[in-house]
């Protein structure tokens, strides 16, 4: 499974666009990167997949590059109820043994 | 629709005492998780479930721990004895898995919260 690296933490403001990275250099042909977001005392909530290049929901961008040995999720004007815990996972859809890392603690201020 | 349903949410034991959680999860969906997550890290794969079939429990440490899910709906996942160790929260998620559709969207419950004593 690829493995993944993404900030610790990141810190924002109320209406600020907020940009994740996350590095997967080891990532598969047959793999898509999925990002999920926490929240104290729920289980992870899935944000967006893709496979490459831009993909967009009502909640967030995912930005692929060509060489899909990153990704960048983007959260647009953040507010304090976006401050949670986002993970960038790889792998295969079709097995669904996502590995989870650590992830990245976002703290919004006002 | 109702989601996953995890019980209990909290539960408190004493070392070397049994545990059992319990998973609903979403009509339909195949594919069952139970993930351990720990204070201050990402939740850790224990066992996977495709309909009543445990296809994945590489993770899971069989001397204390062990799950079921039989008819392929409900599970149980169960820790006899408990140690101090195991004091985290237990996710259960489920996926319409390969036959479904699957899109990679897993559907995790709120979780348990083990306190081991």
């Known amino acids: 499974l690829a493995k993944t690296t993404q900030p610790i933490s990141m810190d924002s403001y109320e209406g600020q666009e907020v940009n994740i990275t996350c590095s997967h250099n080891?990532?598969?042909?047959?793999?898509?990167i999925t990002w999920y977001q926490q929240f104290p005392s729920q289980g992870p909530r899935f944000i967006i997949q893709?496979?490459?290049t831009k993909v967009t929901n009502e909640v967030a961008s995912l930005f692929i590059p060509a060489d899909r040995k990153s990704s960048t999720l983007s959260l647009p004007r953040v507010s304090l109820s976006d401050t949670a815990v986002y993970y960038c996972?790889?792998?295969?859809?079709?097995?669904?043994?996502?590995?989870f890392g650590k992830g990245t603690m976002l703290l919004v201020s006002p | 629709e109702a989601g996953v349903v995890q019980s209990p949410r909290y539960k408190i034991i004493e070392k070397k005492q049994p545990v059992a959680f319990w998973c609903n999860p979403i009509?339909?969906?195949?594919?069952l998780y139970w993930y351990l997550q720990n204070l201050g890290q990402g939740p850790e794969l224990l066992i996977r479930?495709?309909?009543?079939?445990?296809?994945?429990d590489s993770q899971l440490p069989k001397d204390r721990f062990s799950a079921e899910r039989l008819k392929g709906v409900d599970s149980t996942l169960k820790i006899q004895p408990a140690e101090l160790g195991d004091s985290a929260v237990y996710l259960c998620?489920?996926?319409?898995?390969?036959?479904?559709?699957?899109?990679?969207?897993?559907?995790f419950g709120e979780g348990s919260r083990l306190t081991v004593l």
């Open positions: 893709g496979y490459k």
């Open positions: 998620a489920s996926s319409t898995g390969l036959a479904g559709g699957y899109t990679g969207e897993l559907f």
């Open positions: 996972l790889v792998g295969d859809k079709g097995y669904s043994t996502l590995t």
């Open positions: 009509s339909g969906h195949n594919t």
């Open positions: 479930y495709e309909n009543e079939e445990a296809v994945d």
């Open positions: 080891n990532i598969a042909t047959n793999d898509y």
